[in-house]
Structures are given as C-alpha cells and as structure tokens.
C-alpha cells in the first residue's frame, strides 16, 4: 500500500497546541500507511520560552505560511477566541485545506457558516476537540438516522472538579477554585467556566452538528455554579443527591429543549459518580438508543489527542457528516419546562412561618416531597434567620417563578431564596 502524508499548519502554540505538537513529534504515523508532517506553527512571538522545544524554521509569525503554503493541505487551530480563529479557518476551508479545531466559542458562534463553507468546498472539518467530553461519540451523532431525543452532559472539568471537591473536602467554593486555579485545573479568568458559558458553547455545538441547528447562544439558558454554596452541597447529600453542572437537550418534534444550570442528579446515577476533572455525556435517541462517554474535562493532552482522533479520520479518508436543517426547530423557553425543584430559603425560626411558604407553594400547584428545617430550637435568638430546604415534586418552571416571588415578599423570608433544578440523567 502506497504512502500518503498529510502536512500540517498549527495556529497557535500554547497549552493545547503544545501537547498537539507534542504529540505530532511521538507519532508521525498514522494507521493506514499515512504519515502526519509538520510543517509550519504561527505564534504570536517566537521568541518566547516554551515547555516544548520547537525547532525556529517551524515557527512564524505570518498566518500566510500556513494559509498561502500549497504544501499544508490540514491546518489546526488552537489559539481560541473568536478574531482572527474565523479568519484563519474560514479562509484555510476556502483555499480547500482540512481544517481541525478545539474551538467551541467560535463554532458556537459561527458553526453554521463554517460547516456550509466546509461542505461547500469538500473539506473535512474535525471538531472533536471542542468537546472531549462527546469526542468519541460525536461521528456516530452526526451520522446516525435517528435523531436525539435526550442529551444531558458535565462539559466543564473546572467546575465538577470544585463541586467535587467542596463535598469531599468540606471547603467553600472560594477556596477550592483558588485550589483550582494552583494546579492548573481553572484560568486565571474563570468566568466562562463557572458561569456556565463553556459549557452552553458545547452543548450549541453538539446540537448543531446532530440536528443541523445551532441555537443562538442568547437563546440556550445558562446559570453557572456562583451561588453554590458548601451548605447546599451538604444539603444535597443529606437528600440523598450531588450536585453538578450540566448542560440538558430534549427534543419532542420540532421543539427542542437547550438549558444550562446547576442540577442535583440521584447520587447512585452514573453522572453524579464523575468525580474531579471528568466529564461525562448521556444520549438517548428516538429509537430508544443509548450512548455514553466518559473523558477527562481538562489538560492539554485529553484536547490534543481529540484533535489525532481529526487527524486519523482524514488519513483514512472519512468525513464528518453535517446534517442539514430540513425543518423549523423553535427553542423551548425555560419557563416551559418541567421538573422537580431544590428550594432553599433562610427564614426566621418561629411557627408559621413554614406553613406561609408551603401555602404559596399550594396556590400555585406545587406539592413538597420533602422538607429540612435547621432551627435551633430553645437557642434561637429573636428573629433569627435559619435555612430551610424543600425538595418538590414535578412542577413548571413558570409556577415554581412566580410562587418564589410571592415568598420573596414576606417579611419573614431574606430576599432571593436559591432554586436548583433536578434531573434524574438517562442512565
């Protein structure tokens, strides 16, 4: 069998485009007689120290020696964001290259148009590495016949590692974030990961390329895990639950269902087992089909070798299908939905004051499954605010809101009680 290499341009040399290269540099060969070629590396400074020796003719600062280069016919993108990445893809699938990229704002963002200019030129566009918690299944959700019915994932290693560790350690969110962020498990900037945003651009991801349809970022509901607190984890186990941030897709017809938030799941549930950086996916399709994937959330070297997983695929001469959007698909608005509810309130520790909640909770067909109360008995001082956590039955979201303003407004209850979601996962 005759020898085909592919040659290969990186954009971008920092914490994942360092294990690619890496990686590049222990197997240049590929399965199926085809080498991997490096060829060039575009950074924004050559000069800078690097945890990888990288011989100087391979780095550039030009974005023309790899986009303009006949000889790269793959090119991968690894430096993030979304200006100048859409340039330099857009422009590398127009000039007929393979393109491979760990980006998932910037498919979030755009995937439509990248994938049509994919398609449109006859390129394989790898996007494994936008979520390595999905990469193995990602093919066979791209071209399977049937479609999702129910997709529920942990997407973020940053943030079911700090869940993870507030309930084992018994430390507050702030202190294992800063943890976190010593060991390399959080960015400097945490925002996207503990606000939820990284997570709802995978899921985007993930819908866009089953379904053919990538919902507008603004339209996905997205709640971080900011206002957990270690009381509400402990809470949590004591209801016999843990608590994870998940990223949630229904589908019933052409109404789709796309929602980010903290959720408690069952803890004996296989999500709720993923401990520290894991993450994990379940998806169920319309037939009754149910896959799962298990994937470390966070390093450079689960992304890089999603992005040899691309690579493999173009040396074997396999495409990633892209389903088009053959009909109407309306987003379900998150006052819509449906489910059980955590509710935890700090109120004052005197008689009545429970029944005033679970009252306003009964106007608005909302029954209680369970209650903790953590009064203090004969030690409580006047007026003393104490938590108190219901655990409700399966209820709409619309109710649930305007039941919680209602209590908002009694002077014996702080303002902005907490509600978490729960979900029972697939399997």
């Known amino acids: 069998m005759s020898t085909k290499n592919l040659h290969i341009g990186i954009f971008g040399l920092g914490t994942v485009g360092t294990g690619v290269v890496e990686l590049l540099m222990k197997k240049k060969d590929a399965p199926g007689n085809y080498h991997f070629i490096l060829e060039k590396v575009v950074v924004k400074n050559p000069n800078k120290k690097r945890e990888i020796d990288v011989p100087s003719d391979f780095l550039s600062?030009?974005?023309?020696?790899?986009?303009?280069?006949?000889?790269?016919?793959?090119?991968?993108?690894?430096?993030?964001?979304?200006?100048?990445?859409?340039?330099?893809?857009?422009?590398?699938?127009?000039?007929?290259?393979?393109v491979i990229t760990a980006n998932k704002a910037l498919l979030a963002s755009y995937g439509s148009e990248i994938f049509n200019k994919a398609v449109e030129n006859r390129c394989y566009l790898g996007v494994r590495a936008s979520n390595i918690a999905a990469y193995r299944i990602i093919e066979s959700l791209t071209t399977s016949p049937s479609k999702i019915e129910k997709l529920i994932g942990i997407f973020n290693g940053t943030c079911n590692y700090i869940l993870t560790e507030m309930e084992k350690k018994g430390e507050s969110f702030s202190a294992i974030l800063k943890r976190a962020q010593e060991m390399g498990y959080a960015e400097a900037d945490p925002i996207n990961d503990i606000n939820g945003y990284d997570t709802a651009h995978k899921l985007i991801v993930l819908l866009g390329i089953s379904l053919g349809y990538f919902p507008p970022i603004k339209s996905v509901y997205t709640e971080g895990i900011n206002n957990i607190t270690l009381q509400d984890v402990l809470f949590a186990r004591e209801l016999g639950y843990r608590i994870k941030l998940v990223a949630i897709a229904k589908r019933e017809e052409e109404m789709l269902e796309a929602r980010v938030?903290?959720?408690?799941?069952?803890?004996?549930?296989?999500?709720?087992?993923?401990?520290?950086?894991?993450?994990?996916?379940?998806?169920?399709?319309?037939?009754?089909?149910?896959?799962?994937?298990?994937?470390?959330?966070?390093?450079?070297?689960?992304?890089?070798?999603?992005?040899?997983?691309d690579l493999i695929c173009i040396s074997r001469g396999r495409g990633l299908f892209f389903p088009p959007r053959k009909s109407s698909i309306t987003l379900k608005p998150?006052?819509?939905?449906?489910?059980?509810?955590?509710?935890?309130?700090?109120?004052?520790?005197?008689?009545?004051?429970?029944?005033?909640?679970?009252?306003?909770?009964?106007?608005?067909?909302?029954?209680?499954?369970?209650?903790?109360?953590?009064?203090?008995?004969?030690?409580?001082?006047?007026?003393?605010?104490v938590p108190v956590i219901m655990l409700t039955h399966r209820s709409r979201e619309d109710n649930i809101q305007k039941a919680l303003k209602k209590i908002n407004d009694l002077p014996?209850?702080?303002?902005?009680?907490?509600?978490?979601?729960?979900?029972?996962?697939?399997?």
């Open 61 to 98: 600062l030009n974005p023309d020696d790899i986009l303009n280069n006949p000889a790269i016919d793959t090119v991968i993108e690894v430096i993030g964001g979304i200006h100048p990445a859409k340039e330099f893809v857009i422009q590398a699938l127009e000039k007929g290259k393979n």
């Open 334 to 385: 998150i006052e819509k939905i449906e489910t059980k509810y955590y509710l935890k309130f700090h109120a004052v520790d005197k008689a009545g004051v429970l029944a005033k909640i679970a009252s306003i909770l009964g106007d608005y067909n909302i029954s209680i499954e369970s209650v903790i109360q953590k009064g203090k008995g004969d030690k409580r001082k006047e007026n003393e605010m």
């Open 261 to 309: 938030h903290p959720v408690l799941i069952p803890k004996e549930k296989w999500l709720a087992r993923l401990e520290g950086i894991e993450n994990g996916v379940e998806v169920r399709d319309e037939i009754g089909l149910e896959i799962g994937m298990q994937a470390p959330g966070a390093g450079k070297y689960p992304t890089a070798t999603a992005i040899m997983e």
């Open 412 to 427: 014996e209850v702080e303002k902005n009680p907490l509600l978490i979601r729960v979900e029972e996962g697939i399997f």
